[in-house]
């Protein structure tokens, strides 16, 4: 696989954020090389990426672009060229609109715009522009959940599955492992020791809804006198909050701290957190930097702060605007049990932990780029497609043992099934991506035409199509959809298998539209190699040398061969399923006591007789003898001798149950 070379565009270069260099410093270095592109530059602060020898362009000096100018765009595109630029991950509006632009001239390009914020389409002329756009990108990133569906509403038409809610992030430890304590904390700030202590920490702007919070405040500071409030920002609204608690008579108690950067210290003194937003929020930090130092946080529910308190389960949510409220729910952080508050810190902690932090975020983002790295055939990677239940796991298991052995790796059995992986344990391995492409709800949702124009993008790729009786396929998909374990008891299907046949999403119609999508659409990849299930199983050495012949592997052995013949075998299967030995979800049967339940079902050819009734298989074989592809090679006869045997163990087991009644 090669090095995935991302480009960062920028609107302007003002600082370097911390939130985003810790992304960038964790991504993988041996998957993706990062360079980043400004098209201003207002700051003169130094660039922590160019100091740390990245690559860094400014493409026009200080100033604010109100226009656009064709020559950036154009020095973006020979910048995009000259690097060799396989990702552009364009940050805000301006970005996404030069990169969108450039991309025309630059093929093949992965285009990503990441949405830093609400209400972002601000009128009709960028919702409009946002139309050609959002369809030209390949992914819409927002920094949370909220984000995302501002996204949605404000861009009516737009492809939901091109939007992610890639979150927000933070360097955990240097808000959780403060060295100083809680006394040392207020002392440096000369705060009292012995009072307790809200605080905010923000741009003190109207939206930031800090007026209300002065407001609260006053109301808690009756019932508690000792109180006091700590405003840590600066802002246009300062001067307006200061005289706000001069007229409440609250000043000696509300303290104005100004721009800080040793905000881990100012959330060491605090004893309680407030976020009382009015204004729309995207994800906002400062909350997630609290609860990281494990302070109590009270928010407003607006935007993206019931998504970072899971609506209410690691902090107090309130109204945005409402004082009241707001003085209630610090009254009663105040009046808190000491365990409970407590308890809650420390599940919000892991909460922020799991979520919030660099390396979560990384994750999320190295299987973007990756994903739409293979999507779009900038990887080079071979795949093996094929419809649900034509036999895949075998397969699997057979290639990942004969890897294993061929070229001496020692795979973890949770990863052994993850063929994709075995490439960065040994380069030499080919990278075999294992895919049901289209799946059932893509097929389902979208027409012919777009979903022939989806294959193209396996055009520099090398195929391997597994195929099996659909006979047989729709037999073991019923018992997939009706016996296998599901997160959710209402997926299962509730019908009879003959009901199932027909079904137009589940059934035989579904695996022809699949079949015959990739049948007519094979002259697009650079090779395609067809591999029948009944074929590997009369054959299986033969095939499998087939298969590994087509991945371009050398000096193959028979002794390989014949171990990873062996593995694969139906008997072995079985028991790796029984005992969970891969730990796969995926490969565990639904009731130990069914066998109809086991991933490794039957492993037969024509085993749909002992399901189907007469009527069923003469509806599927007329129906796939018109219908389905003859590049496949079946014919669909109905066969006399197995409906006569099935009839006669049928009787017997009718006479059996007869004496057994005796």
């Known amino acids: 696989m090669k090095v995935l070379t991302i480009a960062r565009l920028w609107p302007c270069y003002k600082g370097v954020f911390e939130s985003r260099a810790g992304v960038i ?83 093949p390009l992965v285009v990503i715009s990441h949405v830093h914020g609400i209400h972002r389409t601000r009128n009709w002329r960028r919702r409009l522009l946002n139309r050609f756009l959002f369809k030209r990108v390949h992914k819409i990133l927002t920094v949370g959940q909220a984000t995302a569906e501002d996204v949605i509403r404000s861009n009516p038409g737009v492809d939901r599955q091109k939007i992610f809610s890639l979150g927000n992030s933070i360097t955990i430890d240097h808000y959780a492992d403060v060295s100083i304590s809680n006394q040392e904390a207020r002392k440096a700030l000369h705060l009292p020791e012995d009072a307790f202590i809200f605080g905010t920490v923000g741009r003190l702007t109207p939206v930031k809804g800090n007026h209300f919070l002065v407001e609260a405040f006053h109301k808690v500071r009756r019932q508690f006198p000792s109180s006091h409030l700590i405003i840590v920002g600066t802002g246009r609204a300062e001067q307006d909050l200061k005289k706000q608690a001069f007229r409440l008579g609250i000043q000696e108690n509300v303290h104005f701290l100004g721009y800080r950067t040793d905000v881990p210290v100012v959330l060491k003194a605090m004893d309680c957190f407030i976020i009382a937003s009015v204004g729309e929020e995207g994800l906002p930090r400062a909350l997630i930097e609290a609860m990281s130092a494990g302070v109590p946080v009270i928010g407003s529910r607006i935007s993206g702060v019931p998504e970072i308190l899971d609506n209410g389960k690691y902090g107090l949510l309130v109204s945005p605007g409402d004082s009241p409220s707001l003085a209630q729910a610090m009254i009663q952080i105040v009046q808190q049990d000491p365990m409970q508050r407590d308890k809650i810190i420390q599940q919000g902690r892991r909460w922020v932990q799991e979520q919030f932090c660099h390396e979560a975020v990384v994750a999320r983002l190295e299987n973007i780029y990756g994903t739409l790295a293979v999507q779009e055939g900038i990887i080079h990677r071979y795949y093996l497609i094929s419809y649900p239940k034509s036999g895949r796991t075998w397969l699997r298991l057979m290639l990942g043992r004969f890897f294993q052995t061929h070229f001496d790796l ?106 015959n999508l990739w049948a007519s659409q094979r002259q697009i990849p650079q090779d395609f190699l067809l591999v029948r299930y009944e074929d590997l199983q009369r054959d299986t050495t033969g095939q499998l040398r087939r298969i590994l012949e087509f991945l371009q592997i050398k000096d193959i052995t028979e002794i390989e061969l014949e171990e990873a013949v062996s593995f694969g075998v139906f008997e072995n299967m079985r028991k790796l399923e029984q005992e969970g030995t891969l730990r796969s979800k995926r490969l565990r049967p639904g009731d130990v006591h069914d066998p109809e339940s086991y991933k490794t079902r039957r492993g037969i050819a024509g085993g749909f007789y002992d399901y189907l009734s007469q009527e069923d298989i003469i509806y599927l074989n007329d129906k796939l003898r018109r219908e389905l592809d003859p590049f496949f090679g079946y014919s669909f006869e109905l066969d006399p001798e197995k409906i006569k045997a099935r009839e006669i163990l049928a009787a017997g087991s009718v006479n059996s149950c007869k004496k057994d009644n005796g």
């Open 25 to 107: 410093e964790r991504l993988d270095p041996y998957r993706f090389r990062t360079i980043h592109i400004y098209l201003a530059k207002n700051s003169i602060q130094p660039n922590q990426f160019e100091n740390a020898g990245q690559t860094v362009y400014y493409l026009a000096g200080s100033g604010r672009m109100r226009q656009f100018n064709p020559l950036i765009c154009w020095r973006l595109i020979r910048i995009l060229k000259k690097e060799q630029v396989d990702i552009l991950h364009c940050h805000k509006h301006k970005g996404t609109v030069y990169g969108t632009l450039a991309s025309l001239f630059v093929h």
């Open 410 to 515: 020692k795979i973890r059995n949770k990863d052994f099934l993850k063929l994709d992986h075995y490439h960065y344990y040994n380069p030499a391995v080919p990278t075999l991506y294992v895919h049901h492409d289209p799946d059932s709800d893509t097929v389902r949702e979208n027409e012919t035409g777009e979903l022939r124009n989806r294959l193209r993008r396996y055009k520099n790729s090398k195929i391997i199509f597994l195929v099996r009786d659909p006979r047989d396929v729709v037999v073991s998909h019923y018992f997939q959809e009706t016996r296998r374990p599901k997160k959710d008891p209402h997926d299962f299907f509730k019908g009879s298998i003959s009901e199932f046949v027909r079904d137009p999403v589940k059934g035989v119609d579904a695996i022809l539209t699949f079949c």
